[in-house]
């Protein structure tokens, strides 16, 4: 048995997944080196400042400087840490891949169900403005612009394909809900009047919940519903070629 296993972590299905398991790990191993070394320090000041050894208070204190010089040394390391470690690793999380390289789609929350939206044969996604969303055009899509007639929108289950960076665009209808896939060690808020992007790479195949991170209202664990369907990109391609698109009267009705 491994820390992993005592730690209970979650089932892992993406490549940097690793690193934040890493991270969380050594957050651990952290608290329990403090933990100790704290416990200790605690029994040493019981043993050494017992009132047996001094019965009459000292009032006038520490006269040497020891303690400046640790507390020195505590913020150069916390700064190393945070501007040799900290920094290039978030800088790394956070660059996101080529669109050209990766499954690119769009995730709308509302109240209280997933949305997403794939781009259709031509690759490009019709255009948007928030005046055309209504109860069947969640995305905002521009009934008159071509380019949207062959995108598909489904609800609660998305797909992709593995081995494959996958970019989404998240935003909200609504209220603030947050896109949350524990296999692939994502989680970002959901806000409305935003597109924010959030990257990562499935590396199993196999089907995963999609949570919302934020209550969002009383049937908040509706949204617990919707499904991450990693697949072939063989299977992939299939599937998206039988979805219903925007022009056929399906995907959301943007006729």
Known sequence: MNIRDILGLPVL???????VDNLIIWVHWLMIVLFVGWLAYFAYALFRFHRSRNPKADYVGVKGHASNWIEGAVA???????IGLAVPLWAKAVHVPKEAESTVIQVVGQQFNWNARYPGKDGAFGKQDMNFVNSTNTFGVDPND????????????MHVPVNKPVIAYVSSKDVIHSFKIIAMR??????PGMRIPVWFKPTQVGRYQINCAQLCGNSHSAMFAGSLVV???EEFDQWLAKQPTAGAGGGGGFD
């Open 146 to 157: 071509p380019k949207g007639k062959d995108d598909v929108v489904v609800m609660h289950e």
């Open 186 to 191: 994502v989680t970002q808020d959901a806000i």
């Open 13 to 19: 299905a993406s490549e940097h997944g690793k690193d």
């Open 231 to 233: 697949q072939t990109q």
């Open 76 to 82: 150069v390391v916390e700064g190393v840490l945070l």
